[in-house]
C-alpha cells in the first residue's frame, strides 16, 4: 500500500470512521472536548470511556514542538501572529529593526517567554491535557515512529480500508531532523523545555523506553532524565 504521512492530533481518521459506519460525530467529539475534558456531556463521555474502542497517537514532544516551530511560524496563515510577536520581541531586545528572519533559538525564547496564546493552543499543549491518557484507559497506544504500521493495525481492527485516509496521508512524508534543532540553544533552554513536558515525557518514556536515552543524548543536560 501507499507510505503514509503522519498528521499527528488530527481527528480526521476517527472523525471519517464514525462518520461512515453511522456514528453520531460532532456529540462525541463534544463530550470528550480535548481541551475541556470536564465540562461536556457526562453520560455520553462515560459511554464513550467504557465502550468504545480508544486509541492515541503519541509524538515524542521535542519532535513536536520542532514541527510546530516549522508549521505555524511559516507555512499557517492562522498562525501568522506568531512570527509577527517573535520579530517585535527581537527589535525591542536588541533593536534589530529590519530583521525579518526567525530562528528556532528565536522560537523558543519567544515560547519560554510563556505567552498565553501560544500555550493555550492545542498544538503546544503537553499532551496530558489533550488526550487526558492518566484519566483514560487507552485500548492501543501507537507512536508517530511507527505511523504506518499502526494506522494499518488500527484500519484493521475498524474494518476500515484505505479509504477512509484522506489523499494528504499519501505524501509529502516528513523529513524533519529534530535533534539538530536543539543543538542551537543553551543548556537552560534545553532544561527549560524538558521541564514543560517532563510529566509527558515520563509517560512517553514508560510506553516508550528506549526513548529516553535518545532524550538524554539530545537535551545533554545535568538533570535525570
Same mark, same amino acid.
Given at each position: 500500500?501507499?507510505?503514509?504521512?503522519?498528521v499527528?492530533?488530527?481527528?480526521?481518521?476517527?472523525?471519517?470512521?464514525?462518520?461512515?459506519?453511522?456514528?453520531?460525530?460532532?456529540?462525541?467529539?463534544?463530550?470528550i472536548?480535548?481541551?475541556?475534558?470536564?465540562?461536556?456531556?457526562?453520560s455520553?463521555?462515560?459511554?464513550?470511556i467504557?465502550?468504545?474502542y480508544?486509541?492515541?497517537?503519541?509524538?515524542?514532544?521535542?519532535?513536536?514542538?520542532?514541527s510546530?516551530?516549522?508549521?505555524?511560524t511559516?507555512?499557517?496563515?492562522?498562525?501568522?501572529?506568531?512570527?509577527?510577536?517573535?520579530l517585535?520581541?527581537k527589535?525591542?531586545?536588541d533593536g534589530?529593526?529590519?530583521?525579518s528572519?526567525?530562528n528556532?533559538?528565536?522560537?523558543?525564547?519567544?515560547?519560554?517567554?510563556?505567552?498565553?496564546?501560544?500555550?493555550?493552543d492545542?498544538?503546544?499543549?503537553?499532551?496530558?491535557r489533550?488526550?487526558?491518557?492518566?484519566?483514560?484507559? @487507552?485500548?492501543y497506544?501507537?507512536?508517530?515512529?511507527?505511523?504506518?504500521?499502526?494506522?494499518?493495525?488500527?484500519?484493521?481492527?475498524?474494518?476500515? !480500508?484505505?479509504?477512509?485516509?484522506r489523499?494528504?496521508?499519501?505524501?509529502?512524508? !516528513?523529513?524533519t531532523?529534530?535533534?539538530d @534543532?536543539?543543538?542551537l540553544l543553551?543548556?537552560d533552554?534545553?532544561?527549560?523545555?524538558f521541564? @514543560?513536558?517532563?510529566e509527558e515525557?515520563?509517560f512517553?518514556?514508560?510506553?516508550?523506553?528506549k526513548?529516553?536515552?535518545?532524550?538524554? !543524548?539530545?537535551?545533554n543536560?545535568?538533570d535525570?532524565?
Amino acid at each position: 500500500s501507499p507510505s503514509l504521512t503522519p498528521v499527528v492530533c488530527s481527528g480526521y481518521m476517527p472523525m471519517s470512521v464514525l462518520k461512515k459506519k453511522g456514528y453520531d460525530w460532532p456529540a462525541i467529539e463534544g463530550a470528550i472536548s480535548r481541551t475541556n475534558f470536564e465540562a461536556k456531556d457526562q453520560s455520553l463521555k462515560r459511554e464513550v470511556i467504557d465502550s468504545y474502542y480508544k486509541f492515541i497517537m503519541y509524538r515524542n514532544p521535542l519532535d513536536r514542538l520542532v514541527s510546530a516551530y516549522k508549521d505555524k511560524t511559516f507555512n499557517d496563515v492562522e498562525y501568522s501572529w506568531i512570527k509577527t510577536s517573535i520579530l517585535s520581541l527581537k527589535r525591542r531586545k536588541d533593536g534589530a529593526s529590519n530583521s525579518s528572519e526567525v530562528n528556532f533559538l528565536d522560537f523558543v525564547e519567544y515560547f519560554l517567554s510563556r505567552p498565553v496564546m501560544l500555550l493555550g493552543d492545542v498544538h503546544f499543549l503537553p499532551i496530558q491535557r489533550l488526550c487526558h491518557p492518566c484519566y483514560v484507559r @487507552y485500548d492501543y497506544y501507537g507512536n508517530f515512529d511507527s505511523f504506518e504500521r499502526d494506522v494499518h493495525i488500527l484500519m484493521d481492527r475498524f474494518g476500515a !480500508s484505505d479509504e477512509y485516509l484522506r489523499p494528504s496521508y499519501y505524501s509529502n512524508a !516528513s523529513t524533519t531532523h529534530y535533534e539538530d @534543532y536543539y543543538k542551537l540553544l543553551s543548556e537552560d533552554q534545553r532544561r527549560s523545555i524538558f521541564n @514543560y513536558y517532563k510529566e509527558e515525557l515520563e509517560f512517553y518514556y514508560l510506553l516508550f523506553p528506549k526513548e529516553r536515552g535518545i532524550h538524554k !543524548s539530545i537535551l545533554n543536560i545535568s538533570d535525570d532524565i
